[in-house]
């Protein structure tokens, strides 16, 4: 059985570049696609994540916590995120336009509360080093 049999997704053989639409829906799909990215990409936890663990974690417990602000903080690793995305999927729209600053604060708010929720049961790990 091939590939594309098993996952009933055709092949794109030219291997060209994707073209993503601005579309409502598109923009769901590319907001989703971009956090499992952030998410899956140990070298974006090693460089924003794990030198700052401990602070996080005091942050989240403190008692002036700031669930707004803690969101902001992800602005910088969404940022590079989705320009390593755009790198990656060799995508033709440009960068800015496609990644407007609404998906930008959606996706940190997405990595904001995945975090919070790691963090509080202290299951957060990148690739084999659990924090």
Request: hydrophobic content about 35%; glycine content about 4%; some cysteine.
């Amino acid at each position: 059985m091939k590939l594309f049999e098993f996952f009933n997704v055709p092949i794109d053989k030219n291997n060209k570049p994707k073209k993503i639409g601005t579309s409502n829906i598109d923009k769901q799909k590319l907001s989703d696609e971009v956090f499992w990215f952030i998410l899956d990409n140990d070298a974006l936890h090693k460089e924003f994540v794990l030198p700052f663990v401990a602070q996080l974690k005091d942050t989240i417990t403190s008692a002036d916590f700031n669930k707004e602000r803690f969101s902001k903080m992800w602005a910088p690793m969404v940022a590079k995120g989705c320009s390593l995305y755009h790198k990656k999927e060799k995508l033709k729209d440009n960068p800015k336009s496609l990644f407007d600053q609404e998906l930008k604060d959606g996706l940190c708010q997405q990595i904001s509360d995945k975090f919070i929720e790691e963090f509080q049961e202290n299951i957060y790990q990148v690739g084999e080093y659990k924090v």
